[in-house]
């Protein structure tokens, strides 16, 4: 899942605009990502991190107190194309200058995007073929999203489409999952 850090001086952005802040640009990079209808996993799982840093934190060779904002985006592996990184910039420039109130923001926003390394990311309760699993369901369009239930020690990854659950995902949506290696592949039954 993307990781958002949106680093700025702690007087450039209106107080209480955090929450505004961290829900559009999370809902920019799951567009810029393809993700039509973020489901519970997505909103859940995409994170940002809003640092308020005192504005003398933020230097420039110009200024000791600088209005720069820096975005960094850290995505999995392919997650976003190149179309999609260009729309993500653009976006996230936006929401940037708009919610700074300041129109000469976007002069001064940088966005970085950041792909993870190939098995340097995730959460621990999704293997590579469930993962592999996971983007195929989405691929096909089905909604059927993973849920973690963690009881005690033991982590399972319960299954949903419309209220059904299962810890088999073929079992919720009328998927049949063949295993090849570390990848999955589906078929509508």
């Known amino acids: 899942m993307p990781m958002i850090d949106i680093f700025a001086a702690s007087d450039l952005f209106p107080a209480g605009a955090d929450r505004q802040l ?23 799982n995409t994170a940002a991190y809003i ?7 933020v230097q420039t060779a110009a200024s000791s107190a600088a209005r720069t904002v820096r975005v960094q985006i850290v995505t999995p592996p392919g997650a976003l194309n190149r179309d999609g990184q260009k729309q993500l910039v653009k976006e996230a420039t936006e929401i940037v200058t708009k919610i700074s109130g300041d129109p000469t923001q976007a002069g001064r926003t940088w ?11 995730g959460l621990p309760v999704l293997r590579s073929g469930e993962r592999s699993l996971q983007r195929s369901l989405l691929r096909h369009g089905t909604g059927v999203e993973p849920l973690v239930d963690v009881s005690g020690s033991t982590r399972v990854i319960l299954w949903t ?29």
């Open 22 to 44: 961290g829900e559009e640009l999370t809902l920019a990079v799951l567009r810029a990502e393809g993700v039509v209808k973020p489901g519970p996993f997505h909103l859940n």
């Open 111 to 121: 966005v970085l995007l950041t792909e993870a390394a190939e098995g340097g990311w």
């Open 161 to 189: 489409w419309r209220g059904v659950k299962s810890t088999r995902p073929e079992e919720v949506h009328g998927f049949e999952a063949r295993r090849f290696g570390s990848r999955t592949r589906l078929r509508r039954c």
């Open 51 to 57: 640092h308020r840093m005192p504005p003398s934190a």
